[in-house]
């Protein structure tokens, strides 16, 4: 493919403007803009669970009556006809979660997970009236629990009635696929597979598949606000290998069905598992060379050898998706969308790689040529290597982009909305010769751009997609996602940075309808921790923007700043709703020992902030009505 300059810009093409009213791709022509929706006869939400109903009750705060039921189980339901270029013209994330199944993907059987409903990233069906939104960014891991990491348990449930009770309509949260050196989220043995660590104890032993006695007391961590990967890496399997022979000997059918229905990812992903085991952890470029390049004789004596073992990462994998089924239906059932999270590239030592890797930039050794990263900038002076083999994108493009076509279909199985990240890697992608120390060294390459979407609109549908549109953009970016329709991303604390001049798209009154709206993502620091570790102008300059003071908390205003802006969707970290400082951040980039760990304490969820969040989604109109929840 033909080379870009070094700042990834084709020739005629100039960087997005950094100052200024927003570029015009940016913006929404007249007749694309959607009509205000109407005030007045807006049913509330329903009751929120009890023990968040009695703080709210005593301050005279409910009124409230239980809408009926949606007409149809989740997944069920009459299929939309999709409208032409996708999302362009819809607008998303509404009602339910769960009426009408995705064009091209079958409605599941009995038992199997259910599809979300085919709204747009901002939550309506075609003719519906936008509707204003707000959520919460919340990882799983970072759910309070007594066993080492938060998990899909109780806890999961009771933090969708919390968000329901607050008047929140959104829980986005980061990809929960299993993590291997660094516990990154980003970086996972499998793009279709869940985190065993995920899976909860508890909910376990009540289906009788563990006894208390065989986790209790485990030393699973001392600091019950940071996760301890070495613990759970030393103990949590073990465990679940109980379960899932329980799991065999009482529910033999269900796991065979299970099985049998998720072979497509599954078999390859357990044998990759349980080879690795047998080679001590050891990466797959690192295997014997028979196993290395797949000869068939090998892997088949590896399926006999290893026959207990793959056993074993079949029956993780099915308490994993039995668990996750319930959260969906507790969402669903709750008005709550959980909105996931997927990364443009995968780790090289996955499944994944392993087992396609005709898909990817490898040469006769399977080793990759380039990798992905980023190029040099104001952050940081040696660029980002990632290190992530890098897509063959002609060869993709030759069997109709059919690997990521069953990628982003999969996950849409898993989620109400998904966030496309690094989007700007579709339209031009920084490659870095392997080997290379740094990524000083790389080079910009084109990418496949609207023609990716085009078939992923044709397939699986691109309305419930939203692109993550941060760092260098480019005009093409910009009509890349223009022309795909999906939502971009804004990012309050980007607005105030004096560093790269950029700023200006960032602030709340440039702001289109048609995107997501952040205070910081889980790669920015708190809001607290940003305004105690910005230079002092910009700080200053963040606080007459916003009006901040110490009455309403600086956090809290940072966060009306985006509640109150015209992005339809504004979703804060969980961190900036506890007014955290930024000992709490979740990942520092290019950082490894320290990410992915923080944890909320125990009671968090009191009525007093159950009102005080509501109140903020009343005042600025993002209470759903019960007909676009």
Excluded at 189 to 218: K, V
Excluded at 278 to 288: D, E, K, L, T, V
């Amino acid at each position: 493919m033909p080379l870009l300059d070094a700042r990834g810009l084709r020739g005629g093409d100039a960087p997005a403007r950094a100052r200024g009213r927003p570029h015009r791709h940016l913006r929404l022509r007249r007749r694309d803009r959607p009509r205000r929706a109407p005030r007045g006869h807006r049913p509330r939400l329903p009751r929120p669970p009890r023990h968040l109903d009695r703080g709210l009750r005593r301050r005279g705060r409910l009124a409230v009556q239980r809408p009926a039921p949606h007409d149809g189980a989740p997944g069920h339901g009459a299929s939309r006809p999709q409208g032409r270029g996708g999302a362009a013209r819809g607008h998303p994330w509404g009602e339910g979660a769960c009426r009408a199944r995705v064009r091209a993907v079958p409605t599941p059987a009995q038992g199997e997970r259910a599809l979300a409903a085919p709204r747009d990233a901002r939550g309506t069906r075609r003719g519906e009236e936008v509707m204003r939104r707000s959520g919460v960014l919340m990882a799983i891991t970072s759910l309070p629990s007594a066993w080492g990491v938060g998990t899909m348990g109780a806890a999961a449930r009771e933090f969708v009635d919390f968000l329901a009770a607050a008047g929140q309509t959104v829980w986005q949260i980061l990809p929960i696929g299993p993590t291997g050196f660094g516990d990154s989220p980003y970086q996972v043995f499998s793009t279709y597979a869940g985190n065993p660590y995920l899976i909860d104890l508890d909910d376990l032993a009540e289906e009788g598949l563990l006894e208390r006695s065989e986790y209790e007391g485990r030393p699973w961590g001392d600091d019950p606000l940071s996760v301890d990967y070495g613990a759970l890496f030393r103990g949590r399997l073990e465990v679940l290998g109980r379960a899932v022979s329980r799991l065999r000997e009482t529910r033999g059918a269900e796991l065979a069905s299970f099985c049998a229905r998720e072979s497509a990812w599954l078999e390859d992903y357990a044998l990759f598992m349980a080879i690795k085991d047998a080679c001590q952890g050891a990466p797959w470029g690192a295997w014997p060379e028979p196993l290395r390049r797949r000869d068939e004789e090998a892997l088949a004596a590896a399926r006999h050898d290893l026959a207990e073992r793959i056993d074993y990462w079949q029956g993780v994998q099915c308490l994993f998706f039995r668990q996750w089924d319930r959260l969906r239906e507790h969402a669903a059932r709750s008005g709550v969308l959980l909105m996931g999270d997927i990364p443009i590239y995968v780790a090289p030592d996955s499944a994944d790689v392993w087992a396609n890797p005709g898909q990817f930039q490898l040469d006769e050794r399977l080793v990759p040529t380039e990798v992905a990263g980023c190029p040099p900038d104001g952050f940081a002076a040696g660029g980002q290597l990632w290190g992530n083999p890098l897509y063959d994108w002609e060869r993709m493009a030759g069997d109709g982009y059919a690997w990521w076509v069953e990628r982003v279909s999969y996950q849409l199985r898993l989620y109400d909305i998904l966030r496309i990240d690094h989007f700007r890697g579709f339209d031009s992608y920084y490659a870095i010769p392997f080997g290379a120390p740094d990524a000083r060294e790389g080079r910009w390459r084109e990418g496949p751009g609207a023609a990716l979407f085009e078939r992923l609109r044709e397939t699986c549908g691109t309305e419930r997609l939203v692109a993550e549109d941060l760092g260098y953009l480019t005009d093409s970016v910009a009509r890349l996602r223009e022309e795909t329709g999906l939502p971009g991303m804004r990012v309050l604390e980007f607005a105030f940075d004096s560093v790269d001049g950029s700023g200006s798209v960032y602030l709340p009154h440039a702001y289109p309808r048609n995107c997501v709206a952040y205070v910081g993502t889980h790669d920015n620091d708190t809001a607290l921790g940003w305004l105690a570790g910005a230079c002092p102008e910009d700080a200053e300059r963040a606080r007459d923007y916003l009006g901040l003071n110490e009455r309403e908390g600086e956090g809290w205003g940072m966060m009306r700043g985006i509640w109150s802006s015209v992005a339809d969707t504004a979703i804060v970290q969980m961190q900036d709703v506890l007014c955290l400082g930024g000992e709490t951040r979740m990942n520092v980039p290019s950082t490894v020992g320290t990410n992915w760990k923080w944890r909320a304490p125990a009671h968090y969820a009191t009525p007093e902030l159950v009102r005080r969040l509501r109140r903020q989604a009343e005042l600025f109109d993002r209470v759903p009505t019960v007909g676009n929840r």
